[in-house]
T-cell receptor, first 114, second 111 residues
Framework: AQKITQTQPGMFVQEKEAVTLDCTYDTSDQSYGLFWYKQPSSGEMIFLIYQGSYDEQNATEGRYSLNFQKARKSANLVISASQLGDSAMYFCAMREVRGNQFYFGTGTSLTVIP | NAGVTQTPKFQVLKTGQSMTLQCAQDMNHNSMYWYRQDPGMGLRLIYYSASEGTTDKGEVPNGYNVSRLNKREFSLRLESAAPSQTSVYFC??????????FGPGTRLTVL
């Protein structure tokens, strides 16, 4: 079974609008971490935001927030006030406490339209 | 503070040739990782090293070997390259319960 599922291969958003990128995860652990990374066309992987499974508040970092719904096992990334520079691939990832492995989804390609 | 560095940036091999991808980090992280990224597949873990002196297989280890030379360095070796190993390879490092930091990637083509 897939540990991380990203069901949106491609998304479009108008500049200055908000967009939500979906991510669901699968784990039987009680303790785990959820991460989002951005990969622009230049290829580097950029860490955006982290949510711990025991964190009660949704994580926020500037224009990024993570909508964490533990019962639904979802960890959606919300980007507010989209900018042209947000056009990139976005990857959701999870790390379980039992191991050192990170599990990545297949990514969502976001295009911001002027 | 360079973060995670990888060499080379680009490489072209012929089928059957061998090569080693080098990775080094200067953040004193315990864990290091090697991934490959193929179109539509996201990142798939090849091998990882939780600490100096230990290595473990990831999701797609066949055709690869690794060496954790010391705390800083983690190399990936292709003994006999195959066209199926054409990919972009990323090295990453992390501290316990923190995000991974990635290197810039190596684009490998096997003809």
């Amino acid at each position: 079974a897939q540990k991380i599922t990203q069901t949106q291969p491609g998304m479009f958003v108008q500049e200055k609008e908000a967009v939500t990128l979906d991510c669901t995860y699968d784990t039987s652990d009680q303790s785990y971490g959820l991460f989002w990374y951005k990969q622009p066309s230049s290829g580097e992987m950029i860490f955006l935001i982290y949510q711990g499974s025991y964190d009660e508040q949704n994580a926020t970092e500037g224009r990024y927030s993570l909508n964490f719904q533990k019962a639904r096992k979802s960890a959606n990334l919300v980007i507010s006030a989209s900018q042209l520079g947000d056009s990139a691939m976005y990857f959701c990832a999870m790390r379980e406490v039992r191991g050192n492995q990170f599990y990545f989804g297949t990514g969502t390609s976001l295009t911001v339209i002027p | 503070n360079a973060g995670v560095t990888q060499t080379p940036k680009f490489q072209v091999l012929k089928t059957g040739q061998s090569m080693t991808l080098q990775c080094a980090q200067d953040m004193n992280h315990n864990s290091m990782y090697w991934y490959r990224q193929d179109p539509g597949m996201g990142l798939r873990l090849i091998y990882y090293s939780a600490s100096e002196g230990t290595t473990d297989k990831g999701e797609v280890p066949n055709g690869y070997n690794v060496s954790r030379l010391n705390k800083r360095e983690f190399s990936l070796r292709l003994e006999s390259a195959a066209p199926s190993q054409t990919s972009v390879y990323f090295c990453a490092s992390s501290e316990t319960w923190a995000e991974q930091f990635f290197g810039p990637g190596t684009r490998l083509t096997v003809l």
